[in-house]
């Protein structure tokens, strides 16, 4: 009984040891933070865009639109 106890313990901590040694995987938190990166620029990139549109290119279509529209038919 007290050499599979003693076994137990043993493996889990070889376990843990293995675990602890491998630089293979890559970490939770890694995978987090290229996430949240990701993220933010994902927003950034929008809001720039966003900003774009109503500012530059949205007023000079509506003006377009309304001298095409405007006609007066002289």
Known sequence: MFKK???KINNA???VQTAIANKRAEGY???G???LIAVVIGAL???LLYTLFNSTIMPT???KIIK???Y???
Do not use: E, H, P, W
């Open 5 to 7: 106890i003693r076994n």
């Open 29 to 31: 938190v890694d995978s």
């Open 13 to 15: 901590a070889l376990a």
């Open 33 to 35: 933070v290229k996430i």
């Open 72 to 74: 007066s038919g002289t």
């Open 61 to 63: 279509v509506t003006q």
């Open 68 to 70: 095409l529209f405007s």
């Open 45 to 47: 990139l929008l809001g």
